[in-house]
């Protein structure tokens, strides 16, 4: 039996489920039969982080013009990288007032909007370090 084969093998018996699930014996596991409760190894830690900043970049890509994230100047970009990685595509979307402000390249006003909010409550220490460089 090749590598290939073997492998398929193990993913027909296993399955490939996206979302944790609790196999037969109640251990939480994901992918193709990944014991969760053994942890991740720094590869996987490190490989999911890349995965999420590339889908936090992407949604970015679909909120601004192209012409405006390039002419962000980089901390300011690493901002909203940031904002979108812990809130998801749909949570940032709702800061319209700070987008329209970050449209308009007035980062004061974005700093102020992105203060004003719910988010900003709930992760006052992230928020205020955030909206301090973007207003920079």
């Not at 970049?57 to 962000?72: G, Y």
């Not at 980089?74 to 904002?83: C, I, Q, R």
Request: proline share 4%; aromatic share 8%; net charge positive.
């Amino acid at each position: 039996m090749t590598e290939q084969e073997g492998r398929d093998m193990i993913k027909r018996h296993e399955g490939v489920r996206f979302l944790p699930y609790r196999d037969h014996l109640g251990i939480l596991t994901i992918g193709i039969g990944h014991n969760l409760s053994e942890g991740l190894t720094p590869q996987m830690v490190k490989f999911i982080f890349d995965e999420d900043v590339k889908i936090a970049k992407t949604e970015l890509c679909r909120v601004f013009p192209a012409d405006i994230l390039n002419c962000l100047p980089s901390a300011k970009y690493w901002v909203l990288v940031d904002m979108m990685f812990q809130l998801g595509a749909s949570k940032f979307r709702s800061f319209r007032k700070m987008i329209r402000a970050i449209n308009k390249l007035d980062y004061k006003t974005a700093a102020k909007e992105m203060l004003n909010s719910r988010w900003a409550r709930q992760s006052p220490l992230r928020a205020r370090e955030l909206a301090s460089i973007m207003e920079e």
